[in-house]
Every structure is written in C-alpha cells, then in structure tokens.
C-alpha cells in the first residue's frame, strides 16, 4: 500500500509573484506532486472547491491578505496550511497561527526546507480531501492538576476542558508524560512537528509555548506548570 506521500498528492501554491509560484512548482513537481497555481486569494478560495491536500499561502498579497485567506479556509477544511513569508518575527507567528496557519517557511527558502516542510506536515496530517485522519492511543497522562486524553486528543486543567489546537495539545502530551524532563526546542520541534528542526524553528516553539501558558497558567507571567530552564528548555513541574 502507498503512503499518503507516495501517492499523487495535490499541493496548491499561493502567490502574487508568478517567479516564485513557479519555482514552487518545478521544485513540487521534481518530487511527484501534483501543483495547481493561484494568483491572489480569490483564485485560491475558488479553487478549494477541488480536492486539495496542503497549500502553500503567500502571507502579503494585494486584495485578500494570506492570513485572511486561512481564516476563510479554516471555516471550511482543515487542508494543512504553509505560509510563506519574509515576515518572521514572533507577532507575525502568533497572527499567522491564530489565523489556521500550520507551518511557515521563510523568504529566502532553500529546496530541502521546503520538501522537507511540505513532507512534514503531509506526515503529521495524513491529508486526504482535506481531514486529518485521528491518532489512535489508549489512556490518560494526569500531573499537577493537568489532565490529556490520549485517545480523543481533549485535555484539561482542575476538571475544566482546555480549548487547545491540535499542535498545543501535542506540546502539552509530550511533556505531561515526562514531568521534569527538560525538552530544548529542537526536541520539541523534532516529536510534535515530526519533521528536520532548523534554526528558525525556535520561535515557532517559543509561540506556541507562550499560547500554550495562557491557557494552563493562572497567571502566564510566573508560570508554575510549564516552565523554562534558561538556556536549556521547557519542562513540566
């Protein structure tokens, strides 16, 4: 049987500038995907109407902007998104996440980032027609008051349900089953994006650290529960 990856798989590539969406393209195409093209968000809303397994989404576009796109789709589908950007500073992460966005790949790019980026989410998604297929693991993971279930992917904190994203989830499983133990943010990056880490990867954990505080801290700013061991990582206590 063929993976996910294996098979043709349909990658939609979103860009103002027609040089870079064809670059795209080639380099998509090298790896036996298939690629359709969109000009401006409009193109692309229009034609999420076919089958799509993951697009490719310019975040400064004119007319409809790459984040307001991803909350169009998001209303929608749950097609993987991978934003690209020159544009990575943390509150451009948080907006690009907040918004649906999964993934983002920095301007300039090389090749194997991005085969690797668009690999890494088809694998961490299990794409077809745009739903991600569920996990399936038994049992629960309970620490200081923190509580995940490992079989309907649901989590809570003294009883009440978190509402979390599927990436914050997996951040909180990871580390509620090790309390203690220290994961830098390569480790992090590694297990819940299932994916090579680079360097500007760092801050995509470092957001999704701080959304994931707000949500099980009582006071985010002087966290008890996740943690940061300066210059080392982030545990669970």
Known sequence: MKSVIDEKTRIMVVDDDKEIREVISVLLSNENFEVI???????ALELLTANVDLIILDVMMPGISGYRVSRMIRESS??????LTARTQSSDLVLG????????????????ELIARV?????R???YQGK????????????GGLRVDCCRNMAWKQGKELDLTSTEYRILRLLLAHPGQIFSAQNIYE????????????NSVMVFIRRL???????PRHPVHLVTVWGKGYRIE
Do not use: M, Q
């Open 125 to 127: 998604y299990k794409v």
């Open 213 to 219: 505080r707000d949500k099980i801290e009582d006071d």
């Open 132 to 143: 991600k297929v569920p996990t399936r693991k038994s049992g629960y993971i309970e620490w």
């Open 191 to 202: 297990s819940v994006w299932e994916e090579p880490f680079f360097s500007t990867d760092s």
């Open 119 to 123: 690999k890494g989410l088809l694998r």
């Open 97 to 112: 996440y907040s918004s649906g966005g999964d993934d983002y790949l920095a301007k300039p790019f090389s090749y194997p």
């Open 37 to 43: 093209e969109a000009a401006s968000g409009e193109d």
């Open 78 to 83: 749950n097609v993987p998104i991978l934003f």
